[in-house]
């Protein structure tokens, strides 16, 4: 039988713990070179010689005060779940603050081992660390490890089941002792606390401590268990932090935290031998440019640019391969099968649906690359430095400009991004904005319409539809600010972590996550759309058709035998493309006068009435419900509503000129797709993020006001002659 | 000096005896007296020499024998500020001007040829043909300066004085007050009046504040020596270490500090607290962001970014530029 212990990776935030999760259980968690990128807890198992760990990575914190979700997450691991041991990651280029977690660690008196990581780049600063001292001073193990090249990580596994063994055998954390007049204190409300004989499952000292700094969860605890007795404590603790007060002139937990400063600088001094010498701050030059007060902002602009030239103009090649390989496929498929109901299914439903999706996923995937570069490097925490003075302006956080970058990739990790933000206020809020901004998978809509309609343009309207996502975005968060949310600002303090050169395999991994996510839609959501949309427009089977377009085609047919018969060669060809073009028209009235009359068309038809003022056309009435399970369902069904699956590459564009849309109802369906009700899969995030009453919020407000904006473009248009 | 004296004694039996004043040898006393004490003297003062000598003359024949003295240039009268008459040695050929000590009276004899050119100059430039002077610095001596320079109580400020405001004292209510009125820690005020039943003028600024005495007693102020508030003033960029704590939202770019204090609702503070923004530890002001907010700190070794507006909650001392 193995034995199985529980190890916790806690650290402040961008110290590497996830790294070294990832080092440590061979997962590909998501990381990133900016504070906040775990928002949630993440766990994963690892076997070492006779052990079983579980190891448990927790969202970053500055201290075990919680001040937002993911701090909170990462403090009742630690406290309620009783993990085996601690191990707490220090950032060895940052050694005084992240001091300040570890010594609020160590005081829960659990088993906790100390890991150095990113030693390379403290030795790099000249920073020389005596971790024997420093485990001599504390009474624990010290380790260092480089997370990003994989080293430490088997001493830090060997020294933690040591650690385990030492503490089952009786060894007991080291205190850290504080100032006379902060310890009489706690030793007060110690005696305070065994005397009220309320049981607590967590160290006395520490949980003194914790109600002299007046935690409101401690605190909780103790009302939970001895309402009167818990209130006997309350009072000695107010009476203490009265006392202190007056001494100090100070609220105690200021004075504490000013005390632990203090006992940390001891520890550095003991510690740390600066080899001085400043060298050359990489990091600060790159700053230099990136962040300059002329440069930053064009330079920011720049990137953003970049990023999404990048994805149309580099996607365009392997695009281009794909939707070849789907119509070489559908060709055939084609000629192979015999005409049957099960060859319209596979061609017209299932290779029309999702071929017309598929050939996106190098844009997505470019993208995808761009912002996972941002966040490796450290670009995406300078973002919301650069833009914290417009989003204050409008109301909002800095902070929130993050989830809101990420949106453009995908809004369901930008709306678990939003728990970083330390204000519940602004966290609902920037949830409430982030489905405006356009994410990648509304990019297939809107090359496919505004490729086919508007030609040499088509970039510049993808670049202003990009842009008025973001102006929508921001005035509504302005709005609902004045309206919803009234108050104070929440403050903005944030870490600008340095830059390092982004890990090779972190990128990769990101991608090749993204495309199991991406090419996983296409086998569920996207496949079952396809099918479901291709049942509806191909039943019922027995149609009146209004005329007899079989009869047509056959009179049209011999009419033109005849002519081709008595004319000479030259007029044989062109007689006999002028047939082809009837021809191809005939069937395609059939064909739309048969969709109109199948199951699907009576419900676009019953739609028609909402989406007519807005210029959509039944069709697309129909692609836009359907895209609400997910965005790219939109073209596909489409594609399969277009009948496109046996006319290979720029069929789709070809329908849909064919179909009657003009460029202001393109543009109008465009601005609808890009504001309406997000995907499936972000409602539900929205909800399980906040609350049902703000999911539903959110679903009729981004249909009013996509209705509203197409309406606008629309309507302009047909004013202004456009149409 | 002894022999000036000497001489002088010579020439006032010359003089004297020539004029032919009357009590001639109860004057000469006076003038021993009067030259054994150096420095400016009162009448009392030099009452008291003779008695110590062993005399006794009466106090209105030494007034009228020191009078003569100034006549014939054997002595200067002069009256610094609302104070009796004092008397000081004088010696022909050698001119000083004085430094009154408003606090103390101690009075300073200075001489600098600048001064003398100048007022030669200036009296020229006007076509006055200047004939005497007297010059009068009135302020606070070295001595005194000293005591004072740590701290001292708003309404015990002398009028004119510049001053930089310390600390207040007493409970919140009393700091929402004051902060009310535009007046925090760290600005520079200038004393309009003060005395007229405890209440003081202050200029902070462009701002005229008429603060009651209540309010004054609580407020600590530390005086600012003028030849620093000079170098301020000049060249407000140099390299000059500034005693007087500033808020960080006043840094510039560039500049390190000391963090003195740091102030801010509850949470807030604590955060900043925790992320190692804390008293005692050192400061540098990195850049401000294009649109002059947010700004980039380094602490700790690590980089930071604060609103402008939160900076303001963190008082920095000992700013300067780092030098490169």
């Known amino acids: 039988m193995k034995e199985k212990f529980t190890i916790a990776l806690a650290g402040n935030p961008n110290c590497g713990k996830t790294t070294i999760f990832n080092n440590l259980t061979g997962a590909r968690q998501k990381v990133g070179n900016w504070p906040g990128v775990t928002v949630e807890k993440k766990e994963g198992k690892l076997r070492h010689k006779e052990y079983d760990l579980k190891v448990v990575d927790l969202p970053g914190t500055y201290s075990l005060t919680p001040f937002s979700i993911e701090e909170i997450t990462a403090r009742d691991f630690i406290l309620n779940e009783n993990p085996d041991i601690v191990v707490n990651i220090i950032d060895s280029s940052n050694l005084e603050r992240s001091l300040f977690l570890a010594i609020q660690i160590l005081e829960l008196g659990r088993p906790v081992i100390f890991v150095l990581n990113m030693a390379d780049v403290a030795q790099a600063k000249g920073i020389k660390i005596d971790e024997k001292k420093l485990s001599q001073l504390l009474g624990l193990p010290v380790v260092f490890t480089v997370g990003n090249k994989n080293k430490g990580i088997e001493t830090l596994v060997e020294e933690a089941i040591r650690e385990i063994h030492r503490f089952k055998e009786g060894k007991e954390g080291r205190d850290i002792k504080y100032s006379q007049e902060i310890e009489g204190c706690i030793s007060k409300l110690e005696s305070c606390i065994l005397e009220s004989k309320i049981h607590i499952d967590t160290v006395l000292r520490w949980n003194a401590i914790k109600i002299l700094e007046d935690d409101k969860i401690v605190k909780q605890k103790f009302i939970e268990k001895e309402p009167v007795a818990a209130q006997i404590i309350f009072q000695e603790a107010i009476v203490c932090r009265d006392r202190i007060h007056n001494l100090f002139e100070d609220d105690f937990e200021i004075v504490l935290t000013d005390d632990r400063y203090g006992v940390i600088a001891g520890v550095i001094k003991e510690i740390v031998s600066n080899l001085a010498r400043e060298r050359i701050d990489m990091s600060r030059n790159i700053d230099l440019v990136l962040t300059d007060r002329f440069f930053g902002i064009p330079v920011f602009v720049f990137f953003i640019w970049a990023m999404f030239q990048l994805t149309f103009s580099l996607g365009e090649y392997p695009m281009g391969w794909i939707e070849s390989g789907v119509s070489l496929l559908s060709q055939s498929v084609d000629s192979l099968l015999p005409a049957s109901l099960l060859k319209d299914l596979l061609l017209d439903g299932i290779i029309a649906g999702i071929g017309s999706v598929i050939i996106f996923l190098p844009n997505i995937l470019i993208l995808f690359f761009c912002i996972a570069l941002f966040e490796d490097t450290g670009y995406m925490a300078r973002t919301a430095f650069l833009m914290d003075r417009v989003m204050h302006a409008s109301g909002l956080h800095g902070k929130s400009f993050i989830p809101m970058l990420m949106g453009f990739g995908c809004n369901v990790p930008a709306i678990m991004a939003t728990r970083t ?14 489905p405006f901004m356009s994410c990648s998978a509304r990019l297939p809509v809107y090359i496919v319409l505004a490729g086919s309609f508007f030609g040499n343009r088509a970039g510049t309207v993808i670049f202003s539809l990009y842009l008025t996502g973001i102006i929508v975005a921001i005035a509504s968060g302005r709005m609902l600010r004045t309206i919803l949310f009234k108050g104070e600002d929440a403050p903005f303090i944030m ?14 991994i990101h991608m090749w996550d993204r495309s199991k996510m991406f090419l996983k839609k296409m086998g569920g959501v996207i496949l079952l759309g396809s099918i479901i949309i291709w049942c509806l427009s191909s039943f019922p089977r027995n149609i009146s058709y209004s005329t007899d377009y079989d009869t047509q085609i056959v009179f049209v047919k011999s009419n033109y035998m005849q002519d081709i018969l008595t004319a000479d060669i030259k007029e044989t060809e062109r007689l006999n493309q002028q047939l082809t073009l009837i021809l191809g028209d005939i069937k395609n009235k059939k064909e ?33 419900v359907t895209g609400f399970v997910a965005k790219e369902v939109v073209v596909s069904t489409m594609g399969v509503l277009y009948g496109v699956g046996d006319m290979g590459g720029q069929a789709l564009e070809r329908a849909l000129k064919n179909s009657g849309m003009t460029p202001l109802s393109a543009l109008s369906m465009m601005v609808f797709v890009l504001l309406y009700v997000p995907c499936f899969a972000t409602v539900m995030m929205i909800y399980k993020e906040t609350s049902a009453k703000w999911a539903g919020f959110n679903l009729v407000y981004t249909t009013l006001v996509a209705w509203g904006g197409s309406f606008l473009v629309y309507q302009t248009g047909v004013i202004l002659g456009l149409s | 000096m002894g022999n000036t004296h000497e001489r002088e004694k010579k020439q006032f039996k010359q003089l004297f005896q020539q004029q ?5 040898d109860l004057r000469f006393m ?12 009162t009448i009392q003062e030099i009452m008291e020499q003779i008695r110590a000598d062993g005399e006794k003359i009466d106090e209105d024949f030494v007034l009228n024998s020191l009078e003569l003295l100034c006549r014939f240039g054997f002595a200067n009268q002069i009256e610094f500020d609302d104070k009796k008459p004092q008397y000081e040695h004088r010696h022909l050929g050698l001119h000083h001007d004085h430094m009154v000590c408003t606090k103390c009276g101690s009075i300073l004899e200075f001489k600098d040829e600048a001064i003398e050119k100048q007022q030669l100059k200036v009296a020229d430039a006007y076509g006055f043909h200047m004939l005497q002077h007297r010059m009068e610095i009135y302020g606070i001596c070295s001595v005194c300066m000293e005591e004072r320079r740590s701290l001292v109580l708003l309404h015990k400020a002398k009028q004119g004085e510049k001053l930089i405001v310390k600390e207040f004292e007493a409970g919140k209510n009393m700091q929402s007050r004051v902060s009310s009125m535009g007046l925090k820690i760290g600005d520079l005020i200038e004393i309009v009046s003060s005395g007229f039943g405890g209440q003081v003028v202050i200029a902070a600024g462009e701002n005229r504040l008429v603060l009651g005495k209540g309010m004054a007693e609580k407020i600590s102020v530390q005086p600012l020596d003028p030849i620093k508030i000079m170098k301020l003033e000049k060249n407000k960029d140099s390299e000059d270490i500034l005693d007087t704590p500033v808020t960080l939202k006043q840094m510039k770019k560039g500049q390190e500090g000391i963090i003195r204090k740091v102030s801010g609702e509850g949470v807030f503070r604590r955060r900043l607290l925790e992320m190692g923004i804390n008293r005692g530890s050192k400061i540098y002001v990195e850049k401000y962001a294009p649109l002059k907010d947010p700004i980039e700190l380094v602490i700790k070794g690590y980089h930071i970014s604060l609103r402008v507006e939160e900076a303001a909650n963190i008082l920095v001392e000992n700013v300067r530029f780092k030098k490169k």
């Open chain 1, 495 to 508: 870490e600008l972590p340095p830059y390092r050169m982004p890990m090779l395999k972190s990128l990769l």
């Open chain 2, 30 to 41: 006076v003038l021993e007296a009067f030259l054994k004490l150096e420095h400016h003297v």
């Open chain 1, 592 to 624: 739309q006068e048969r969709v109109s009359k199948s199951y699907i068309g009576k419900i676009g038809k019953f739609l028609e009435p909402v989406f007519l003022p807005i210029g959509i056309g039944w069709q697309a009435s129909v692609a836009l």
């Open chain 1, 421 to 434: 933000l330390e204000s519940k206020k602004d966290r609902i809020l920037t949830i409430l904005m982030t």
């Open chain 2, 20 to 24: 032919g004043v009357d009590q001639f």
